[in-house]
């Protein structure tokens, strides 16, 4: 289910397979879908079913996590010709409104697409979520800043913090920053310098002894507007 502009939409995506985390994101008025599993889907906003992203990498090719930033589309944690690279970010081309990107390859030099590694840490990368002019980048163990330089290197990729987020759909935008879901605390990120901690011993401590394993991979964030909250799921 989707909705958009107050109305909800049933949209078919067929041949999905079913999996954990999923996301969904609006970009330039359309919409990019995404498992983890499967090759992602967008949809016009107008049928009723998602098709394969028009000019992905490659059919064969997957994405942890796909999410919009400006006029890119950014995918973590590739898996590529058999191999798996968790510390990799790919982008698009950018994209003009109302329509998907037209490439993803790196090796076309009258576009801006391409990919970069960040190995600096060890961790996995799980999730990002526009903060600014910036994209926040969240791995298992730091956060890094992605910024658009409107140079030949297209973006600028900085450490932000030597923490990380629990899972996919555990960062929620709120005013002046992100409340994140992490490995033992619920932060604040700002973008700038260390997140501060929104909880305190008792209600850590209370949260995490919910958390298994088994059922971390199903923790998510959302913000609850009618209440002015972020609720921890």
Request: glycine share 10%.
């Amino acid at each position: 289910h989707i909705s958009i502009a107050g109305a909800t939409r049933i949209i078919t995506v067929a041949g999905a397979t079913p999996a954990i985390g999923w996301q969904i994101s609006a970009f330039q008025g359309l919409v990019v879908i995404n498992n983890g599993i499967d090759a992602p889907w967008g949809w016009d906003g107008v049928a009723g079913t998602a098709v394969a992203l028009p000019n992905w990498t490659d059919p064969a090719d997957r994405a942890r996590v796909i999410r919009p930033f400006k006029q890119f589309l950014v995918a973590l944690y590739i898996t590529s010709g058999g191999n798996i690279f968790q510390n990799r970010i790919a982008w698009s081309a950018p994209a003009e409104p109302g329509t998907f990107p037209t490439t993803w390859d790196p090796n076309d030099d009258t576009n801006d697409a391409g990919w970069f590694d960040i190995a600096d840490t060890p961790g996995q990368f799980l999730d990002c979520l526009p903060l600014g002019d910036a994209n926040m980048i969240y791995k298992t163990d730091s956060i890094w800043g992605m910024v658009y330089t409107a140079t030949e290197q297209v973006f600028r990729f900085y450490k932000v913090a030597a923490i990380g987020a629990l899972g996919i759909n555990c960062i929620t935008a709120v005013p002046g920053g992100h409340v994140v879901l992490g490995n033992g605390d619920v932060y604040f990120n700002t973008g700038q310098g260390e997140p501060k901690s929104l909880v305190n011993k008792k209600i850590r401590e209370a949260i995490f002894a919910r958390i298994t394993p088994e059922n971390a991979p199903y923790a998510f964030t959302c913000l609850q507007r009618r209440f002015e909250e972020v609720w921890i799921c």
